[in-house]
């Protein structure tokens, strides 16, 4: 059985809500382009013009959305839960650090913060980047590039007594390992979503994550979670 730390990992359907659009649209084209042409670093290589102006448009959509029901019931959860909780971002929106979420792992990196490609700095950043710029690219975990705390991540779930998965799909690897790994060291694992994945999920709750997650959060801290909670809800 699990010591009980309570993991959650979300996705692009929790921010969805909030007016940020998830990933994978019927035509499978994030914004109108194709993963390859904007998300790898070969993309960056051979076309930076094309991929700053991705990134800079996702980024000056951050201003105009706010966090939601969902972001906020997680703070509470951490609030209640103190260092047994941990959560786990695939989103690189700032909704959860702005909701007050501290205890995040952003595991493919976020749309405020640049990285040098020769020295690896990381920069806070808010505006746009040049089109042409090549030496600063947007601080985001590109498909073929290794993901952000991995090592700290599988070292959380496999102390986990209760992974809950919300408004992910588990279609991008490692992170759709993560709830059979929970499952693996004794956590009970719960998804969130509009409709069940093909995860290794014990119960999935369907519904939007702001009808969904504040009660559910609310049940956990008032229930299973009490004997746990560090602070009152
Ligand atoms: C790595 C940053 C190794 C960029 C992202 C073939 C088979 C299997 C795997 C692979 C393969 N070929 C390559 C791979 C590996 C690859 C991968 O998984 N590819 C996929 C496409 C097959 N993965 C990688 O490359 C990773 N790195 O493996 O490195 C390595 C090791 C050592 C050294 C070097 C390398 C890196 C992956 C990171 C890619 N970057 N983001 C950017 O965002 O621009 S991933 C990107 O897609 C997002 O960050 C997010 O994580 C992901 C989208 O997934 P979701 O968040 O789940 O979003 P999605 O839209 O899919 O689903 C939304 C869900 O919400 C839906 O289920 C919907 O029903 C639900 N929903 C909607 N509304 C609501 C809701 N739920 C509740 N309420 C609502 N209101």
């Not at 921010?15 to 998300?39: I, K, N, Q, Y």
């Not at 749309?111 to 985001?140: A, C, K």
């Not at 709830?179 to 119960?203: M, Q, S």
Request: proline residues 5%; without cysteine.
């Amino acid at each position: 059985m699990s010591v009980g730390t309570v993991v959650v990992l979300t996705g692009a359907g929790i921010s969805a809500e909030s007016g940020l659009s998830t990933f994978r649209g019927p035509d499978g084209l994030w914004e109108g382009h194709h993963v390859a042409d904007v998300a790898t670093p070969e993309a960056f290589t051979h076309d930076p013009v094309t991929v700053q102006r991705f990134y800079n448009r996702l980024r000056a959509r951050l201003p105009a959305v706010t966090p939601n029901a969902a972001h906020h019931a997680l703070v509470r959860l951490e609030h209640a839960m103190g260092t047994a909780f941990h959560l786990i971002t695939q989103n690189i929106d700032d909704l959860h650090q702005r909701a007050g979420s501290t205890r995040i792992t952003a595991m493919h990196g976020g749309l405020t913060m640049i990285r040098h490609v020769d020295t690896g700095d990381v920069l806070s950043w808010h505006g746009d980047l040049p089109e042409n710029e090549q030496h600063w690219r947007p601080h985001v975990v590109w498909f073929g590039e290794r993901t952000i705390g991995l090592d700290h991540i599988t070292e959380m779930l496999s102390q986990a007594m209760l992974f809950l998965a919300i408004g992910t799909s588990g279609t991008v690897y490692p992170a759709n390992q993560f709830a059979a790994i929970a499952k693996r060291a004794g956590a009970t694992t719960i998804e969130v979503n509009l409709e069940a994945t093909a995860g290794a999920f014990d119960f999935t709750l369907t519904g939007p994550a702001t009808q969904v997650v504040p009660g559910l959060v609310e049940r956990l801290i008032e229930g299973p979670l009490a004997a746990l909670a560090v602070h009152g809800g």
